[in-house]
């Protein structure tokens, strides 16, 4: 039987109404700002991140999670010793992981993040007590912060026994951006012929772990197996490459007046995330980059389905801008220039009130009613 | 043997040597404010919201979670009947709480909270199937952020499995805060002869309560068991009291210009907390209130030392302030006129290096060195 993400036990359908339940109640509180002197602007509910209005600025509030990462690189740190046989310890990439899942969302909007906050639970403060993997995972928390360029802002580490498993954490964070000048704002003012410039990932990032350790423990040597494809790396040490933080290229994009008309962080949901804006836009993939060595393993692997990889997994890409297809070279130039893989990989089509995401030299066509979660 | 919270499973010393090597870390990351147009004041680090400082105002960041409390508003689901026996859910009160533990931390640097965020990760998204506990914790949060004066600003709700207990959640979350003008801002400036003014706390709000899991455990009746000593309650009843915020109450001293010099949320650590600022002052409490019946409850069923129950749990105070002595009276009607019960408790003293709390009608000191983290 092919895998898919529901059958890994995730179920987003409980997940969903229990979100857009906290949504309805969320907006009642809107008119609480006024006092404060800010508004709630048009359209900011459901997007991945909060925004509140000034007369001459926008602040961005985000609170996100790493997810279940963590169990990888705990598994890959047993398998390989441990902390007493000199295992590999992957949380600084981690902890980078964790600040990339925060500030990716935050610069979504166009807010650059100015503090990032830790938040790290676990079942038993003896988890602290493997000098090696606390001190990993500080320093690479500090690192995620300087690659957003944000502040360390504080944060919280409880111990949560009998809530959070022994030996395990939870790894979250909140971060607070701004948008000033306001024009700055990523609106999602998206236009039939857009350019769709796709990012590359570094692997699955945060995105389908739940689905890549069930596979593992189906696997006779689990994380150890080599991933091939020209990889010469095991299948843990592909899933834990840490993920790539994109607020440069926002940033650079901003200093280049370069306008983003609108911007996707691909997690959850894989490449129906490109179709996360609500006005309905048929997006066309026609340069999706071959599938990296780590996604062809997972596919054969599972065994998953073509289209269920791309329901799923990130496929190489983690982000994704829209622009104007005049500035593209310059937006892809951009991009570059900060490091990134980056190329034009489609564009934006109008049919009418149809919401489809269309990878043709795949065969895939994912229609807007498969992406229920805004 | 008499119970500690340290017998109780919870090593402050672990964690707190690991809070100190992400502050360590964290300062250096302060210089990526500047492109931002922000920085660190001086003494925030280790205060409980972090600060960062523009020309005319200071935002705030803080990340907090409420600890372990859902527990037993869980046992006490379960005790009662639970989902289908039309047990008592107390979901509402713990996600007033989750924002109560986030606002409260705020405003002790004088920031009013304008955004809280929810994190809300469970171990199987069949959490949310149960849709009376569900509602209650979505009505709770929008309550604690209208009680708190915030915007409800989106959030967080992963599944984590095998991370998670299944059946369990992990209830957190952020808020960010502004100081505005910047000399509002709460400083710490106390000085000798200043007083002490408590405002009453509900019970033991969010602290302590592995501690009074432990000692329910051993309780024949559990949690349904009479507290007595006046108060008609059981003793999950007593325990599940929604936690008060104190937002109102340092808005209104900012409104009639009643300076705080500092002010403490006494959280864990019970009343060390008094001791929190940095400079050494000793703290003489000489109208403690007599405890609430909970407290008599939980000494007497522990058994608990008078000095560890003051070591350990707020005792029925909830939030101190430290203001010049000409002002007491004003501060203690504008605490009044929010409906908090409060009153002067004692007064600042100067004894060179000396730091301590001094509750001399219990014959109780706690000297400086006992309370290590900041």
Known sequence: MSLSYESSGVSY??????????????????????????????????????????????????????????LVAD???????????GGKCFYREIAIDTVATIVNDLVTCGALPISVAMHAAVGDSAWFADEVRASALVEGFAEGCRRAGAVWGGGETPTLRDIVNPGTIVLAGSAIGK?????????????????????????VQTNGLTLCRKIASRLPQGYLTPIGHGDARTFGEALLAPSVIYVDF????????????????????????????????????????PAPALFQFLAEAGPISLREMYNTFNQGIGF??????????AVVAAARDCGHDAWIAGRVKK????????????????????????
Chains 1, 2 share one sequence.
Not at 262 to 287: C, D, N, Q, S
Not at 353 to 371: F, M
Request: aromatic share 8%; net charge neutral.
């Open 179 to 203: 948008i000033s000048p306001k024009n700055l704002r990523i609106t999602g003012d998206v236009r039939e012929g857009d350019a769709i410039i796709f990012l590359a990932s570094s692997g």
């Open 250 to 289: 926002v940033r650079a994009c901003q200093q280049r007046s370069l306008k983003l008309n609108y911007v996707a962080h691909v997690t959850g949901h894989g490449w129906r995330k490109l179709m996360r804006l609500e006005e309905p836009f048929v997006y066309e993939i026609t340069a999706p980059r």
């Open 75 to 85: 598994a890959y740190y047993e398998a390989t010793g441990g902390a007493k046989g």
């Open 320 to 329: 994704a801008a829209y622009v104007a297809p005049g500035i593209a070279g």
């Open 13 to 70: 359908d409980q997940l969903d109404a229990f979100k857009r339940a906290c949504q309805r109640a969320a907006r009642t509180t809107a008119g609480l700002l006024a006092p404060h002197g800010y508004a709630e602007p048009a359209a900011t509910r459901g997007e991945s991140a909060y925004l509140i209005e000034a007369a001459d600025h926008f602040l961005a509030h985000v609170e996100e999670g790493l997810g279940t990462k963590n």
């Open 351 to 374: 049919e009418g009130p149809r919401k489809a995401v269309e990878i043709p030299s795949l065969g895939l066509v994912y229609e807007g009613d498969t992406l229920q979660v805004r």
